[in-house]
């Protein structure tokens, strides 16, 4: 009986001893977890701090470079227009070559302050409760014109059954929207066709843009929403672009918790499509985070 107690004895020495490690040793790992978790709060208040300074260079340099741009494309409209007397066939040449030059570097700072205010982590997008039908209404109205003057057609397919609204940023949306209506206009020939449509997916929203324009060529289809990137058939077709347009399109769609993607043959025309979730503050807090991450 002694020996039975003994033996049951060390048996609960060796559980207790047994536990007793594994609490030190969660409790060391408890520390680390918490010593992490504060060092990557700083971490990540350094990457939004970072982030501002960036946006705010950024939004200074294009403002101190957009002013002698103007000049300069003024001067140069001058120039061309005859203003300042007549000009040779080469002169004129040389000068429309500086003209639309200056046109791209227009384009180029434009393009880098949309991006910059589509990556800083979120701080510059105001989420409300906002009709995206408004939103594609005001870009119709605004491109109509543009349309008009290559004698494109320009309709907007509205929904079927009423879309809620939803919590996105109405000037990032607007701006994503209408790069995509911006680029089926350019890159659709005279008596071409742009159908804008809205959809109602139950969880989401759908937003496309159709047009029978150039397309996209097969094996250039994976790099089209890179930085910079402009395929052979559309920098033929097109002198000025930057390249930009479409990845500033990706980068608000994924920070509106949505996705983006494209249907295209080339010669034939494109159609490009995102989705907007219905969803509330406390989730487009989780996507925005899950954005800094990924940056």
Known sequence: MIVFYIIALVLLGLIFA?????????????????????????????????????????????????????????????FISGDFGPLDGKQKDILEGA?????????????????????????????????????????MKS?????????????????????????????KISLALGNLIDNAIKYTGEGGMVEVSL???????????????????????????TQFFRAKNAESSIEDGTGLGLYIV????KIHGGKIWFESKEGEGTVFSFSIPFREEDEIKKDVEKFVKNI
């Open 143 to 171: 491109f109509s014109l543009a349309a008009k003057q290559k004698k494109i057609g320009l309709v907007f397919e509205k929904p079927k059954e009423p879309i809620p609204d939803i919590m996105m940023d109405s000037r």
């Open 250 to 253: 990706k980068n608000i769609v």
């Open 99 to 139: 003209y639309h030059a200056n046109e791209n570097m227009v384009l180029l700072l434009k393009d880098l302050l949309d991006i910059s205010k589509t990556e800083d982590a979120g701080l510059g997008y105001q989420f409300a409760k906002s009709s995206i039908e408004t939103v594609a209404e005001g870009l």
């Open 18 to 78: 047994y536990f007793y490690r594994r609490v030190l040793s969660f409790k060391k790992r408890y520390k680390y977890f918490v010593c992490e978790n504060n060092r990557l709060r700083e971490e990540n208040k350094k990457i939004r701090r970072l982030a501002k300074i960036k946006s705010e260079f950024i939004a200074m340099t294009v403002h101190q470079l957009r002013t002698p741009l103007a000049k300069i494309k003024w001067i140069l409209y001058a």
């Open 199 to 225: 959809e109602n997916s139950g969880d989401c929203v759908k937003i496309s843009v159709k047009d029978n324009g150039i397309g996209i060529p097969e094996e250039e289809k994976e790099k089209i929403f």
